[in-house]
């Protein structure tokens, strides 16, 4: 009995003791460390830059690769600034006969854009760079499995070629470049040399040779001198400094690229899409996508600031992999990730609502210092009408109202509230905050769809709606030509029992005006090609900025990108076509932001209101959480690149973890003292029963 007292109370001085955090899927050194927890869903697929597109995998790159330019990190409206150049481009405008003209002439035939890179910029150290593991056989690959199985790694300083050689893979059909078709209007001479470049790559691969790029040269792309690059484009396009802003344009170095084209690592996946090379402010150090990937702080990187200091702050970044939502929660109310969005199924537990309408962290999520950061996104979702539809289309003052009546009916402040828990604004053009062109209060208000009452945009009376209908032809949703109810059709992907709920809500909308709303669902395949083919009648779309400026928008409503135009290859799927709007756009197209610019802009907006080619729908807001040792966080919906300004106190982190996870071994006690008792007492019977046999 003696021994077990000790026993028990050893146990109790462990449990109440500040002992190592059994739960915790780090170590304790990563916890205490300035290393960022961070997760994703999916693993990524391409990490190569001039294939990638989706906001996952560029969360990741986009901390590895630099091209020419970034986003102010704390300026809004959104501002760009030099990455790896030493001032902004220099832009010199060409007539036919290549001679200068000023920026205000009318016989602009080109743009010449002169980089002038720095020279302190160094890549990663990469064994790419050894000239012996450039033909590497079946013996010097024995040992190979992963990037880090090298022995040897060396660097070297960022050129004016490896731009040049990004634009020239970009080029390639094979690569997939997404932006290839669009960057063919622009740049000169690409289109003619994707088409030259594309069969030689064809026919290489058929020969099993290795592409190499340098010889091959475009048009419009001209390296001056190690440090400097020229690219020409069409006509002007103020827009283009925005894509150098993007990781399409950037650096590729020819070694990396000929060293991947290896037939032995390409069998074991080792190629630009598993092991990125840049110069960016971290690299790749392992890549598990079914488990963790995770960046560490680039050795070479160049001299960049930050309020003074020296980035990057942050020395590593994990990221794990997180299929499901709910245990990912739960890890970050741990304290086991730094940071969160807010799901459906959490919003409740994270995020109090005022009595007007504003959001807030909830008391239990303040008692842990957890922050909230929001913003709305530079983006659009709107229910389109197809322009070219005999019933909802043409642009009749009957059709204009048929249109304007169901704009109105259409409840987005409803849709936000129920199925978006507030996380949102009802748009009034297509233009989302943020963007040049957008205005808020009374002026940026659609007063087709909105009175402006009290200092409020108020939602007009259903009342109002329904008169329109009746001018347009349909008194109570029955039509005056042959005395039946109107029935409009909605096409949708939507097919879960999840989605029964908004199509049941988007029923109801179009019932208030007495039209019935028949839902075509079908897969996403067959409704794009509905799109295309201009079949559809009423649908529901959407559009993220590429980049910052109001032509990324209205250019969705430019009558040469209709669908049924281009052969279904046009982005403005609605199919409208308004010669006064059209000619508006072609003249803020090359515009820089000015009060001119803006003044055109507000004369196409006032023209899509009344024609009301989409019911505008919304503009989403997106919420951040966060812990109090995770700082630095400001909303920056353009740049990508933003893990080397935030920071971590890892000393503070781990305080908490082990406030918030204690081990809790009392029942293990318990448990412990039950069988230690249990024990004892058969022992004793065992005990007098062999006493008892002896006497």
Known sequence: ?????????????????????????????????????????????????????????????????????????????????????????????????????????????????????????????????????????????????????????????????????????????????????????????????????????????????????????????????????????????????????????????????????????????????????????????????????????????????????????????????????????????????????????????????????????????????????????????????????????????????????????QNEEEYISIFMNGRGIPAQSPIPPAIFGYQDGKEGTNFVVYDWINGKRVRKPIEVAKKLLAEAGYPNGISKKTGKQLVLYYDTTSRGPDDRALMNWRRKQFAKLGIELIIRATDYNRFQDKIRKGKAQLFSWGWNADYPDPENFLFLLYGKNATIKTGGAGINSSNYQNPKFDKLFEEIKTMKNSPKRLEKIREMIKILQIDAPWVWGIHPKSLMLYHSWYSNIYPNAMAQNTLKYKKIDGKKRYKKIKEWNKPVIMPLVLFFVFLIVIGYFLYRIYQNRQKAIVY
């Open 1 to 409: 009995m003696k021994y077990f007292m000790q026993i028990l109370i050893l146990i109790l001085i462990i449990n109440n003791s500040n002992a190592t955090i059994w739960n915790s899927p780090y170590s304790t050194k990563e916890e205490k460390e300035n290393t960022l927890f961070s997760s994703f869903s999916l693993p990524p697929k391409h990490l190569d830059p001039v294939i990638s597109y989706s906001a996952s995998e560029w969360g990741i790159i986009s901390q590895i690769y630099e091209p020419p330019l970034q986003y102010k990190y704390l300026k809004k409206p959104y501002e760009l600034e030099p990455l790896t150049l030493k001032e902004m481009p220099t832009i010199i405008y060409l007539d036919k006969n290549n001679s200068k003209v000023d920026e205000n002439s009318t016989n602009i035939a080109y743009s010449k854009y002169i980089l002038h890179l720095r020279e302190d910029i160094k890549y990663q150290n990469h064994p790419a760079f050894i000239k012996e593991y450039r033909h590497l056989d079946k013996s010097a690959l024995e040992d190979i499995k992963t990037i880090n199985d090298f022995k040897k790694s060396s660097t070297r300083n960022l050129k004016a070629q490896d731009y040049e050689y990004a634009i020239k893979r970009m080029a390639v059909r094979a690569y997939h470049s997404p932006i290839l078709d669009i960057m063919n209007q622009y740049i000169i001479g690409l289109k003619e040399f994707s088409k030259e470049i594309s069969k030689v790559a064809q026919n290489k691969k058929k020969s099993k040779d290795i592409l190499n790029l340098r010889k091959y040269h475009i048009k419009g792309v001209e390296v001056i001198d190690d440090y400097t690059l020229s690219i020409t484009i069409k006509g002007k396009y103020p827009q283009f400094l925005y894509w150098l802003s993007m990781n399409f344009f950037a650096p590729i170095p020819w070694e990396a690229d000929l060293f991947y084209q290896q037939r032995g690592l390409i069998k074991k996946n080792i190629t630009l899409n598993t092991y990125p090379i840049g110069t960016g402010a971290y690299y790749l150090s392992k890549n598990n996508p079914n488990r963790e990937m995770i960046l560490k702080a680039n050795p070479n990187f160049h001299t960049e600031y930050f309020k003074g200091k020296k980035l990057p702050f942050i020395k590593k970044v994990i990221f794990s992999l997180e299929k499901e939502s709910i245990p990912f929660w739960n890890k970050f109310l741990q304290g086991y990730y730094d940071s969160s969005g807010v799901s459906s199924e959490a919003f409740d537990q994270a995020i109090s609502i005022s009595s007007n309408g504003n959001m807030g962290i909830s008391d239990s999520m303040k008692k842990k210092g957890i922050k909230m950061s929001s913003s709305i996104s530079p983006s659009i979702f709107y229910l389109a009408f197809n322009m070219a539809d005999p019933i909802v289309g043409g642009y009749s003052k009957e059709a204009q109202k048929l249109r304007q009546a169901i704009s109105i009916a």
